[in-house]
C-alpha cells in the first residue's frame, strides 16, 4: 500500500504534502513526524505490521519516534535501494518501521539478505546504555529546553547514563544536506519537475525551495 509523507520525502513535519497533513496516531492536532509519516501512522494505529520508508536525514527515525514505534535506519548499502525514488542518492536508506524491536529486527534481517545484516542481529540497548545529549540548546525556546532537560532526567533516573557533547560538528554536517554542495543530488532528483511545475501541481514552497533556491543559484 502507498501511504502519504512530506512531499519528495523532504521534511520532518508530516505536513509538507499536496494531499494533506498526516495527523499524529494519538493526538490529531499534533505533527506526525516525516518524512516517512504515513507509514509510521499507519504501524502506529495497527492498519499494517511494518512499514518502510526512506531516511536520509531523519526521515524514518523522527516519525517513528513521534508515533512510539521503532525505526531503523541501516548502514548505507546493506538494504538495496533500487526503486526508491531519491531524495539525496548517496545518502539515502530504507527504513524499517515496527510496532516493536523484535519485529522490526525479523524483518530487517529478511530485507538484508540476512547476509550483511542477519536477522539473529540485536538492537536492544545493554543495561547501562550510554546516550549523548547535547551540552547546550540554545535554538530552543525555554519551554522546549525544559521539556528536554526533563526528558534527560527522566532517562537518567531510568538507569541511563548521559554524555554531554558540542553539537556544533554534527550541525554543521547536517547543513551538508541542504546547504551544500550535497543538495545538487536533490536538484538531479526532483529539480527540474519542481523548476517546471505550475501552481496546480501543488508543490510545497518549503520543499521547492532547498533544491532550486540552493542549487540554481549557487552555480551547482
Not at 131 to 159: I, S
Amino acid at each position: 500500500g502507498k501511504t502519504n509523507l512530506d512531499q519528495f520525502a523532504t521534511g520532518l513535519v508530516g505536513t509538507r504534502s499536496p494531499y494533506g497533513a498526516v495527523r499524529d496516531s494519538r493526538r490529531p492536532d499534533h505533527i506526525s513526524g516525516g518524512s516517512s509519516s504515513g507509514s509510521a501512522v499507519a504501524v502506529a494505529l495497527g492498519f499494517a505490521d511494518i512499514a518502510i520508508g526512506t531516511d536520509t536525514a531523519g526521515s524514518g527515525r523522527v516519525p517513528a519516534g513521534l508515533q512510539g514505534i521503532v525505526g531503523i535506519k541501516p548502514t548505507i548499502g546493506v538494504v538495496s535501494t533500487a526503486g526508491v525514488v531519491p531524495a539525496c542518492a548517496s545518502y539515502d536508506c530504507v527504513t524499517i518501521l515496527a510496532a516493536d524491536l523484535d519485529l522490526a529486527n525479523r524483518a530487517m534481517g529478511v530485507m538484508a539478505g540476512g547476509a550483511a545484516w542477519p536477522a539473529s542481529t540485536h538492537f536492544a540497548a545493554p543495561d547501562s546504555p550510554v546516550v549523548a545529549v547535547p551540552a547546550t540548546l540554545p535554538a530552543l525556546d525555554t519551554r522546549w529546553q525544559e521539556a528536554f532537560h526533563n526528558a534527560v532526567e527522566h532517562a537518567e533516573n531510568a538507569g541511563v547514563r548521559i554524555k554531554r557533547i558540542d553539537l556544533s560538528d554534527f550541525l554543521a554536517a547536517a547543513k551538508l544536506l541542504y546547504e551544500g554542495a550535497l543538495v545538487a543530488e536533490r536538484y538531479d532528483a526532483v529539480g527540474e519537475f519542481i523548476s517546471a511545475a505550475s501552481p496546480s501541481d501543488l508543490v510545497d514552497p518549503t520543499v521547492a525551495a532547498i533544491p532550486v533556491g540552493s542549487v540554481a543559484f549557487r552555480g551547482f
